[in-house]
T-cell receptor, first 115, second 112 residues
Framework: DTGVSQDPRHKITKRGQNVTFRCDPISEHNRLYWYRQTLGQGPEFLTYFQNEAQLEKSRLLSDRFSAERPKGSFSTLEIQRTEQGDSAMYLC?????????????FGEGSRLTVL | AQSVTQPDIHITVSEGASLELRCNYSYGATPYLFWYVQSPGQGLQLLLKYFSGDTLVQGIKGFEAEFKRSQSSFNLRKPSVHWSDAAEYFCAVGAWNNDMRFGAGTRLTVKP
């Protein structure tokens, strides 16, 4: 299967711990996005990369959040000093193209539970 | 910034009945509009999209949507619903800078 894959699928952690999520996009896709989805809500944009460059970050992305895409392939999203409010599904998506019209292909998400 | 409103949180229809899910957007320029479906435990899947041209767009699984600029709407329709259509449906609007905003979603239940 050559879809978007995310790891881990589910992470349970204690408040104050750091967590890291990984996303492997579809191989030829140059754009990669991170979204956050809480229960009963639609996905909220966090950030996106075009190749290895992080082009935009949402105000939702506090200083405790950092995302990287070191070689323009896979990406990691790290959350430091987790808080209970960080509990959510973190979605990764990728697309091909250099305009706003490219279809986003989503992974199945990484669910974070902060105790 | 653009925004999306899906007025219906939950809709129940009988199998075989027609379906319309509402979506209203707010955006100052020409919007890029999308409908995605999310089944339990599955990733979001694109049903259809509108960028320009014909305002009635056809998608996968027998879905269609109509863009109405005067009403700032992009409603999703299906003439005959199947039990497998039960899922969460999200309308989204994309801007020129690729910032895509999603609505809160409409959960569809299909009665046998």
């Amino acid at each position: 299967d050559t879809g978007v894959s995310q790891d881990p699928r589910h992470k349970i952690t204690k408040r104050g711990q750091n967590v890291t999520f990984r996303c492997d996009p579809i191989s030829e896709h140059n754009r990669l996005y991170w979204y956050r989805q809480t229960l009963g809500q639609g996905p909220e944009f966090l950030t996106y990369f075009q190749n290895e460059a992080q082009l935009e970050k949402s105000r939702l992305l506090s200083d405790r959040f950092s995302a990287e895409r070191p070689k323009g392939s896979f990406s990691t999203l790290e959350i430091q000093r987790t808080e209970q409010g960080d509990s959510a599904m973190y979605l990764c998506a990728s697309s091909l193209g250099y305009s706003a019209t490219g279809e986003l292909f989503f992974g199945e998400g990484s669910r974070l539970t902060v105790l | 910034a653009q925004s999306v409103t899906q007025p219906d949180i939950h809709i129940t229809v009988s199998e075989g009945a027609s379906l319309e899910l509402r979506c209203n957007y707010s955006y100052g320029a020409t919007p890029y509009l999308f409908w995605y479906v999310q089944s339990p435990g599955q990733g979001l899947q694109l049903l259809l999209k509108y960028f320009s041209g014909d305002t009635l767009v056809q998608g996968i699984k027998g879905f269609e949507a109509e863009f109405k600029r005067s009403q700032s709407s992009f409603n999703l329709r299906k003439p005959s619903v199947h039990w497998s259509d039960a899922a969460e449906y999200f309308c989204a609007v994309g801007a020129w800078n690729n910032d895509m905003r999603f609505g809160a979603g409409t959960r569809l239940t299909v009665k046998p």
